[in-house]
């Protein structure tokens, strides 16, 4: 079976998970953000690291240094793309650093997923409800970050991250650790028509992880929609860290898109191989 569960730390007042996992590998620094330890005002209240969402561009910029300070490195190390739920997928060298870092408009355009072997370099994407996606390859030492919102899972973007992976750096799937992150959770994921039939189109085994209901809804569980992914790209159930927290259950800690009708910031995945 998948792991369970993402470990919650607290340094310099600032609190995030830990795969643990991915801990016990000794080989990345690593951290999936909350709301707790930044300056933001409401409704971003208080550690949004999300440029895009209309918060004061000085609050985020104290925000990343305060995360990434808290995970012992610099934010200047960043490398972010411009999410736009599609599956365009960044190999990342030393040229990228500093791309998206400290400001929206350097970040790499149509990006929603990240690849290198390079130490040093921090893989960061954000979140409000769509699903995180981490990898590690302790073998080859390579990592990767992905967003996954529905359109990108009907996309299968982590199991093409996955597959570019393994392209570009020669990565086993056998080997790859994967996480899955906080998200929203099937228990307040209703979805309507179009998006039910794009996953009846896309999916033979749609019934496995959505449940239509009888108003013509469903109710949609993006953890298990992604975990089949995984496990049909060659990773192994026990390599596989689920952490089944939804951010609508849990505004006080997690910024929920839909729990706060579109007015919230951004929660952050972030991996970095080091030397």
């Not at 400290?102 to 409800?129: H, R, V, Y």
Request: glycine share 10%; net charge neutral; proline share 4%.
């Amino acid at each position: 079976m998948a792991n369970k569960g993402f470990q919650l730390e607290e340094k310099m007042g600032v609190r995030y998970y830990i795969i643990p996992a991915f801990e016990e590998k000794g080989s990345v620094i690593h951290g999936f953000s909350t709301r707790y330890g930044g300056v933001s005002s409401e409704p971003f209240d208080s550690l949004n690291l999300g440029f895009h969402t209309g918060d004061d561009y000085h609050a985020v910029l104290a925000n990343r240094y305060r995360f990434c300070q808290a995970l012992g490195f610099s934010p200047e190390k960043l490398v972010a793309g411009k999410q736009v739920h599609k599956d365009n997928i960044q190999n990342v060298d030393f040229l990228d650093i500093g791309k998206g870092a400290l400001d929206q408009d350097s970040a790499i355009p149509e990006t929603d997923a990240l690849i290198t072997n390079k130490p040093g370099i921090g893989l960061i994407a954000f979140f409000a409800d769509c699903v995180p996606l981490m990898f590690l390859d302790p073998v080859k030492k390579v990592i990767g970050i992905a967003h996954a919102g529905w359109k990108g899972t009907v996309l299968r973007i982590g199991q093409k991250t996955v597959a570019k992976m393994k392209e570009v750096y020669g990565c086993q799937p056998k080997n790859i650790l994967a996480a899955i992150g906080p998200s929203i959770g099937p228990c307040h994921y209703e979805v309507d028509k179009p998006v039910i039939e794009q996953f009846q189109k896309q999916f033979s085994n749609w019934a496995q992880f959505m449940k239509v209901k009888s108003n013509g809804k469903a109710q949609l569980n993006l953890w298990e929609a992604n975990r089949l992914q995984l496990l049909e790209a060659g990773i192994s159930d026990v390599k596989i860290t689920v952490a089944e927290i939804c951010t609508y259950c849990n505004p006080e800690l997690l910024f929920s898109y839909r729990y706060s009708e579109g007015k919230t910031g951004r929660i952050a995945a972030l991996i970095m191989l080091v030397d």
